[in-house]
């Protein structure tokens, strides 16, 4: 009989919904008295300015509290809560402080004896991960005896999917994470998160599916309500059962195709027995990529609104997470300043490997990457650059009026706000409730 179990649940909303999955799976089976537990959720984004769509965004505290309270009373003696939230600034330490306030883990900690980490404030571990490679892997993660991965059930736009192992990039530094956004197809975006769990204590998985998202891993995706809990003591197997719930077989999600490849692992889950809910029952088919046209240089929303002189084609695997924040608002920005008449032939490249189109009139260079890679480019007519790293918003802003797209200076002048915008989609629906995103 297979050594790997994964459980499946419906949340109820008790904790023993949450608990007798990961009892069934045996997940935590390997912790006992004495044991120094690291609990990682995922908490991508957060901001004061406004109200924005949390859901199958961020790992819910519901989920969260009950996996703390297990560990408790399985008596692990030391328990730390940790997440690295992204910030564009570096030395943003409000940011996160404001998100642990209010998602409720300062009282998680002072209820159940545990912590509360940032992990971007550090230390960090250099850990070679593969010939020649190295990532700074979190101090309180890699001194740990056990690491519980907590991610919400999503789909992501460059990873196909986001569970328990790409969960762990979060235990990375920024100049680590903007590594595993490399130009070099050998080490890129799927091959390096792969490399992560390997240099990391024993981990087990609890995939948070009180709600799902597609077209993760932000807010711009489409949240569900779908009540689901997958527990594994083996990550790789939570995460590929997640992947087929989510209607992607493991074997077409290239990260998991790394670790199984790597463990000597199959990809059609024949050597995991699944107990609780059946797998077929619970597949609900998440989209994870955005509509483009077949060109593949416009998001399908701007075909269908008409918009012409434009080219931007979809974001690769290069594209690191602090640049992408500001490429979802400029498309939302731009979006917003379409009022009919064509662009001058405008083009915007992003992330690292993009070569411009030649005979385009304005080419517009998003990121520091995409500025030094085209800094004197012979196919380029007129190059606008966004620099920094990440891109400054002001300097987006001015970039685009300069191509003559006249947008909204709103949007850029206080980037925390927009996302606010994406909230009309879910307003008046019961099943969103911010509720789950504290603890009373």
């Not at 056990?146 to 969960?167: C, D």
């Amino acid at each position: 009989m297979s050594g790997h179990v994964v459980a499946l649940g419906r949340y109820g909303g008790d904790p023993n919904s949450v608990r007798s999955v990961i009892e069934r799976a045996g997940a935590f089976e390997r912790i006992g008295p004495g044991a120094k537990v690291f609990v990682k959720p995922n908490v991508v984004y957060w901001t004061t300015e406004s109200t924005f769509p949390k859901w199958g965004m961020i790992t819910t505290s519901r989920v969260l509290e009950e996996v703390v309270a297990h560990l408790r009373d399985r008596g692990a003696e030391s328990i730390t809560i940790g997440e690295g939230i992204v910030t564009l600034r570096p030395d943003d330490r409000e940011t996160p402080r404001g998100a642990f306030e209010s998602l409720g883990y300062n009282t998680l900690a002072a209820r159940y004896g545990a912590k509360v980490v940032n992990v971007m404030e550090g230390p960090f571990e250099k850990v070679p991960v593969a010939d020649g490679i190295t990532l700074n892997l979190s101090t309180h993660a890699v001194e740990s005896d056990f690491i519980v991965s907590v991610p919400p059930l999503k789909t992501h736009a460059q990873t196909v999917v986001s569970l328990g192992i790409k969960n762990l990039k979060g235990l990375i530094d920024r100049p680590s994470r903007k590594k595993c956004h490399s130009a070099d197809p050998a080490c890129d975006l799927n091959a390096m998160i792969a490399l992560i769990p390997g240099r990391l204590p024993p981990s087990a998985t609890v995939i948070d599916g009180v709600y799902s998202l597609e077209r993760g891993p932000s807010f711009f995706g489409s949240a569900r309500r779908s009540d689901i809990i997958i527990a594994s003591a083996d990550t790789l197997s939570a995460d590929m059962a997640g992947a087929f719930i989510l209607g992607h077989p493991p074997a077409t999600v290239p990260h998991l195709v790394h670790c199984a490849n790597r463990t000597g692992r199959p990809l059609d889950l024949s050597d995991v027995r699944i107990e609780g809910e059946k797998l077929e029952s619970l597949r609900a088919p998440h989209p994870h990529s955005f509509p483009y046209n077949k060109e593949g240089t416009l998001p399908l929303p701007m075909v269908m609104a008409g918009v012409k002189g434009l080219a931007y084609r979809n974001f690769d695997l290069s594209l690191c997470t602090y640049c992408s924040h500001i490429n979802g608002a400029i498309l939302t920005a731009i979006t917003y300043a379409w009022k009919g008449k064509p662009w001058d032939d405008v083009e915007v490249l992003t992330g690292k490997v993009m070569e411009p189109t030649p005979g385009k009139k304005k080419t517009i260079l998003l990121g520091q990457c995409m500025c030094s890679r085209h800094e004197n480019n012979p196919l380029i007519n007129e190059a606008i650059k966004i620099e920094g790293c990440p891109a400054d918003p002001e300097d987006a802003y001015r970039a685009l009026r300069a191509a003559g797209i006249a947008v909204s200076k709103g949007i850029f002048k206080n980037l925390d706000s927009f996302p606010g915008l994406l909230m009309g989609k879910y307003r008046r629906r019961s099943e969103f409730e911010d509720a789950f995103y504290s603890i009373d």
